[in-house]
């Protein structure tokens, strides 16, 4: 199934990318894409305590399963105002 | 009234003044956040925000929505600034009103403490060396 990554703030500069399609198998959890993604930027190790993830714009936690099409974005603790 | 809006031009007293208030209201509560020159010992040239757009404004719309029926707000005004904004001007602008004051100074501080939690904007911070982004709870 297809999805798409978005990625904001310092978690961007680290992956070197802001969107990207992926192709993953069916059940992926979001941590599994974690842990792929910080397998390639080890650098996002120290992030894995205080990463926050959504679903087609919604929070969801690390066990959530994806489906064909969503919108996944990995970002660090929010900080506007 | 109820609004959202995210934008690249300063937050003027005219946009502000246009929005704010009904008949109904013996109360207005402003909040205004603005950029400090000092962050945590250095000196900040500038700032920029980076916003996740769509679902910050659902996010907001969600906090909106829950200050307005928590405390029956007759307006809530909630305008965030992204890209560069500079010392001291307006970061975000936040303005409810009520018939009487207690619920609008009650409201005004939830939206921006949940803003604080919730809404995925962030802000870098720029110095005469180098630029950070900033996370508040890491």
């Known amino acids: 199934?297809?999805?798409?990554?978005?990625?904001?703030?310092?978690f961007k500069d680290i992956c070197g990318f802001q969107e990207k399609e992926l192709t993953v198998s069916d059940n992926i959890t979001i941590s599994d894409i974690l842990r792929e993604i910080t397998r390639l930027h080890p650098e996002m190790h120290k992030h894995a305590t205080s990463v926050l993830c959504a679903i087609n714009q919604e929070y969801k936690d690390l066990n959530y399963r994806l489906n064909d099409g969503d919108k996944l974005a990995l970002f660090p603790p929010v900080s506007g105002g | 009234m109820n609004e959202i809006t995210f934008q690249k031009d300063?937050?003027?007293?005219?946009?502000?003044?246009?929005?704010?208030?009904?008949?109904?209201?013996?109360?207005?509560?402003?909040?205004?956040?603005?950029?400090?020159?000092?962050?945590?010992?250095?000196?900040?040239?500038?700032?920029?925000?980076?916003i996740y757009e769509e679902m910050a404004r659902k996010e907001l719309q969600k906090i909106e929505k829950e200050a307005v029926d928590r405390w029956s707000l007759n307006t809530c005004i909630i305008?965030?600034?992204?890209?560069?904004?500079?010392i001291s001007e307006t970061s975000i602008f936040i303005a409810v009103s009520s018939p009487h004051r207690k619920e609008s100074f009650l409201a005004a501080e939830f939206i921006i403490d949940e803003i604080k939690k919730s809404v995925p904007i962030w802000k870098k911070e720029f110095y005469n060396d180098g630029s950070e982004w900033i996370s508040e709870r890491s």
């Open chain 1, 1 to 10: 199934m297809k999805i798409t990554i978005k990625t904001f703030a310092h």
């Open chain 2, 10 to 50: 300063p937050i003027t007293q005219a946009t502000i003044n246009s929005k704010i208030g009904t008949h109904l209201d013996g109360a207005i509560v402003t909040f205004i956040g603005r950029v400090r020159k000092n962050s945590r010992g250095r000196e900040v040239l500038y700032l920029e925000y980076e």
């Open chain 2, 79 to 86: 305008i965030h600034r992204i890209g560069r904004v500079e």
